[in-house]
Each structure stands twice: as C-alpha cells, then as structure tokens.
C-alpha cells in the first residue's frame, strides 16, 4: 500500500480540512477484500514481533491520538489481535494524576516507554499537553510551572522539547510511529448517538464527550499546529482515515509492518559452541529411556 497519502511531510503546513478526507479507502471498494488482507497483516505483524522479541534489539513506540469515537481501543485491539502478548504493553493516559503533576509532564511517558524487543502503545500521550491543555489552558495553572511564557511560546518550547525527546528515543533504538485517527464531526456524531442507544456501549459514553466536541474547531486548530511543527523524518505523522474502521485497522497495521520490515530483524545466531551443545543435548534426550 501506498503511504503517501497518509504521512505529514517535515516541514509542511498541512490543513486537515483541505489536505486529508477522513472518508478516504484507496482503491479498497469491497470491506471484506480490506479485511482479507488486515486478516494477512496481522500475522505478519506476529512473526515480526517474534523476531523483535527475540532479537532484543529495538522496541517500537506506537502513538494513538483522535478525536473521542474515533476508534483507537478498537484499532488496538483488531491490529494487534494476533500478538503474544509477552511483548506488548499498552498504557492509556488520562487526566494527570497528583504524583504525576508533581513531574514534568514527559515523567509519565518516560516510565512507560516499552523495554527493547517489546512494543508498546501509548492510547493518547504526551501530546494531550499539546492539545487538551492548549485548548483548556486553564490546565497549565495545575502543573505547577515555575513559569509559563506568554502567548504561543509555551506552545513553541513544548514542540522543540517533544521532538527532542522522540530524538532521543530513536538514538536510542526506541522506533516511533504516530498515528492520528482523522474522524469527521458527522461521524463521531454518528458514533455518539449510537453508543447513547445501545445499553452495551453505554459506558463507553461521557458526558464530556459532548462537551469537548463543542471545542472540535479549537481541536482542529492544536492538531494542525502539532503536525506542522512534530512530523520530523525521524518521527513523523500518519493522518488515517478514520470513518471507516475497516480502512483504518488495514492502514495502521501495514504502515507497522513495513516499519519492523525496514528494520531488518533478524533471530540471533548462535556460536559454534553452542550449536555444539545443542547437539548434544539432543543426543542426550534421544537416547533417553522412555
């Protein structure tokens, strides 16, 4: 598959209106052959993990970020369905914590990075301090800054240090994939009332929810200023289409595989000496009695 329409090129200014169709399918017209070909994804994605697992090598950082609705716990789920659950975490982040606000606000990601040969999946992350703080920037008042710069430049200072940071990560074998899941307005709302009408989803359902909707072009604004200023060659942003779970899980899963395919994972190859041993405990358990 093509990822072109997808990624954020570094240094672009993208609109998300203009730029990017939440409703978009390639050439996919037919939802079963989409899921056909997720169905091979994922178990391609299972002998990749196997191998980064055992290679112990690099560790893959997944980032989820969407609108509510928009389908990140199902996306997470679907994808990575077929994964031994041994190298895969999964961390979800809400409101900061009292101990949490006692750090800085990377603290909490820091303590949650995947361990090498591990992936892991932060289901919202750091970048909520670029997007619901900067939308309610009453949020700041609760961190406990020792200062905060006037206008955007807090805004600014944050997008240099998060990019530093996931340039730390990759120095350090830590590979990052971002995701947006890029949902229209008529749909979540389509998701929304949908959850308010079948009792089974009902906890799925807040009624912040609604209130944050209210805020949707605000959002809009933070998410477009994020990708313009944090989609880096060696980080960079997929924007997903994400009115179709479908078209969503097979987008995501392909763009994973093709990142631990780039890799060139590889199982660890043993010395002489040991495959030595090998045959010898083979000879041992061979003539064993029964």
Not at 19 to 29: G, L, M, T, V
Not at 118 to 140: A, K, M, T, W
Not at 187 to 204: A, G
Not at 224 to 231: A, G, K, L, Q
Request: aromatic fraction near 12%; hydrophobic fraction near 35%; glycine fraction near 4%.
């Amino acid at each position: 598959m093509n990822h072109d329409p997808f990624i954020v090129s570094p240094g672009a200014k993208i609109s998300l209106k203009d730029d990017y169709d939440p409703s978009y399918k390639a050439e996919y017209h037919e939802k079963a052959e989409a899921k056909r070909k997720l169905k091979a994804g994922i178990k391609e994605l299972a002998n990749y993990q196997n191998i980064l697992y055992a290679q112990n090598t690099y560790a893959l950082l997944i980032i989820l970020q969407a609108m509510d609705a928009a389908g990140k716990d199902s996306t997470i789920k679907h994808v990575m369905s077929g994964v031994n659950p041994q190298g895969c975490q999964v961390f979800s982040f809400q409101e900061p914590s009292d101990e949490e606000l006692d750090h800085d606000y990377l603290w909490r990601s820091m303590k949650a990075l995947p361990e090498r040969g591990r992936i892991g999946i932060f289901n919202r992350s750091y970048y909520e301090e670029l997007l619901v703080v900067r939308v309610h920037p009453e949020l700041l008042e609760k961190q406990q800054l020792h200062y905060i710069p006037h206008g955007n430049q807090i805004w600014q200072q944050r997008f240099q240090e998060i990019n530093n940071f996931e340039k730390y990560l990759v120095n350090n074998g830590i590979v990052v994939l971002k995701f947006f899941l890029n949902v229209s307005k008529a749909e979540q709302k389509k998701r929304f009332l949908d959850r308010i009408e079948s009792p089974e989803k009902h906890w799925k359902f807040s009624p912040s929810d609604v209130r944050e909707r209210g805020f949707w072009d605000d959002y809009m604004m933070a998410y477009e200023d994020v990708f313009n200023h944090t989609s880096t060659e060696y980080a960079p942003w997929y924007i997903i289409p994400a009115d179709r779970k479908w078209f969503t899980r097979l987008v995501v899963s392909d763009i994973i595989c093709t990142k631990l395919k780039e890799l060139n994972l590889q199982y660890p190859t043993v010395s002489e000496e040991h495959k030595l041993m090998l045959l010898e405990a083979k000879r041992i358990l061979e003539i064993e009695d029964e």
